[in-house]
């Protein structure tokens, strides 16, 4: 047999070998998530932010902006098997392969000078999103302003806390190093090909204060 048709062969049998299981690696859960054990008991006299999605996404007082709509952008869900509660966040992958980029964003808050931790839980695809094909990220970042601004801050990514496929784990992020800034914290969906990601129970510990309840001295 001529040796490019003995090549033509092996490649037809490396694409026949891979094809079934890109076929079969689901795109979302298909039954109950499981839970990694928690890493961060936010302080329960300091919390500024918390938030389960229990009712709406966005929440009140969080902005949503998008490319997508529906489902292809950050939804409320109750078939995630959420963290906690009865509902979470999350965001389907667009089979029409648009790129996704899609922030979910807190109140701005007046980052003080003090010790502040965020932690959250999430989950996604290692097959999808990081470890086979790198297709979706779940980003976290400081925004200050209208988002894109040279000023945000990536704080950086909740895919390396992930432990298996649709497993939520916690992702802690120590912010001291960021203050003072008045900043909302803002989690971005960003992908093409990729998978769902969900978010659940948000908390923001430390010295903050809301922006809109900041006291100022009129001369």
């Known amino acids: 047999m001529p040796s490019h048709s003995r090549n033509a062969a092996v490649l037809a049998a490396v ?8 076929a079969t690696e689901p795109k979302a859960p298909s039954g109950p998530s499981s839970s990694d054990p928690a890493k961060y008991t936010p302080k329960p006299n300091a919390i500024l932010i918390t938030e389960g999605f229990e009712t709406l996404v966005p929440p009140t ?15 409320r869900s109750t078939a995630i098997t959420p963290h906690g509660g009865v509902a979470g966040a999350a965001v389907d992958y667009d ?4 790129t996704q980029d899609e922030w979910l964003l807190t109140p701005v808050q007046n980052l003080a000078a003090a010790a502040t ?4 839980w999430s989950f996604g695809s290692l097959y999808w999103c990081r470890d086979t094909n790198n297709n979706c990220d779940l980003e976290v970042w400081l925004v200050v302003g209208a988002v894109g601004g040279g000023d945000d801050v990536l704080l950086g990514l909740a895919d390396p806390s992930w432990t298996a496929n649709w497993t939520w784990a916690q992702t802690t992020f120590d912010i001291t190093a960021q203050m003072p800034r008045n900043a909302a914290i803002g989690f971005r969906y960003h992908g093409n090909d990729g998978a769902q990601i969900a978010l ?3 908390t923001l ?15």
């Open 15 to 22: 694409l026949a070998a891979a094809l079934p299981a890109l």
């Open 61 to 75: 007082g969080w902005t949503l902006q998008s490319t997508h709509t529906g489902q292809l952008t950050w939804y």
């Open 95 to 98: 089979p029409a392969l648009v």
């Open 117 to 120: 931790t965020l932690s959250f």
């Open 200 to 202: 659940d129970d948000v």
């Open 205 to 219: 510990d430390g010295t903050l204060v809301p922006v809109e309840l900041q006291q100022f001295d009129i001369e």
